[in-house]
């Protein structure tokens, strides 16, 4: 199938609670937003822009010749800066965006496309995005994991940090059929219009999900397993190392 129209949107911040900069943070060479780019660039986007309401990490971008949108520091979100830019470019409301973690310096180019054609295939679907199954337990039952259940369709029905689905007993078999969800999204412009302009949603704010406030709405969201399965990001400073050995040995 071939993949359609889209921009890359990278929502970057400079400040981080557990990683202080960890957008200017080195791996093997070069700023890790920077490894972000390169990756989005190589996925069938259009255009690959960084959203940012900082001068160092625009400084840092514009230098090696990334394109930048400045954002509005109030934002509280990644989807608000992301509205922002999609504001600024003017872009039609049945346009694609897909929102890339600048925190991913791991991600193949192909779930980003993956994402993008899901979007487009679906005209009665408002946000796309992705899943990969759990095969261990303590993945199941870790709230840091968001877990999503999905109809036969793969149009998702709830996302959740406990462990969905719950199996009636409490026991689980050795066979987890769970799905982990993974941070990437494609909305359609008139999606992410919308969604800026209603407030929290209950379940979100318990949760502390996003995509619950889209859900409430009555948004539909569809998910499939990824393509390829998408490394972790970094959080911390441990998860820095391990990126930045897989990176230097290659």
Not at 19 to 47: C, F, T, Y
Not at 114 to 131: F, H, K, M, S, W
Not at 216 to 233: D, K, M, S
Request: include cysteine; proline fraction near 7%; hydrophobic fraction near 40%.
């Amino acid at each position: 199938m071939t993949t359609p129209a889209f921009i890359v949107v990278i929502p970057a911040r400079y400040q981080s609670s557990r990683l202080p900069g960890k957008m200017l943070l080195d791996i093997a060479g070069k700023p890790m937003i920077l490894h972000v780019v390169e990756r989005a660039r190589q996925s069938r986007a259009s255009a690959v822009y960084v959203a940012t309401d900082d001068d160092r990490i625009r400084s840092v971008c514009e230098a090696a010749g990334a394109r930048v949108c400045m954002t509005d520091p109030a934002h509280q979100s990644g989807t608000d800066r992301i509205a922002e830019v999609a504001a600024q470019l003017g872009l039609g409301t049945d346009a694609c965006v897909v929102n890339v973690q600048g925190d991913e310096p791991l991600i193949p180019p192909a779930v980003i496309n993956q994402v993008a054609t899901n979007l487009a295939a679906r005209p009665d679907v408002g946000i796309c995005t992705l899943y990969a199954d759990i095969d261990e337990e303590s993945e199941f039952h870790n709230p840091n994991a968001v877990k999503l259940v999905t109809d036969h369709a793969g149009n998702v029905l709830y996302f959740s940090r406990a462990p969905i689905p719950w199996p009636r007993d409490g026991h689980i078999d050795g066979t987890l059929w769970g799905k982990r969800h993974l941070g990437i999204y494609g909305y359609r412009v008139n999606v992410l219009q919308q969604f800026v302009s209603w407030p929290p949603s209950p379940l979100e704010q318990t949760e502390k999900l996003e995509q619950l406030r889209a859900m409430t709405q009555g948004v539909r969201l569809h998910a499939e397993r990824c393509c390829e399965a998408i490394p972790a990001g970094v959080d911390t400073a441990e998860d820095l190392e391990v990126v930045r050995q897989l990176l230097s040995k290659r």
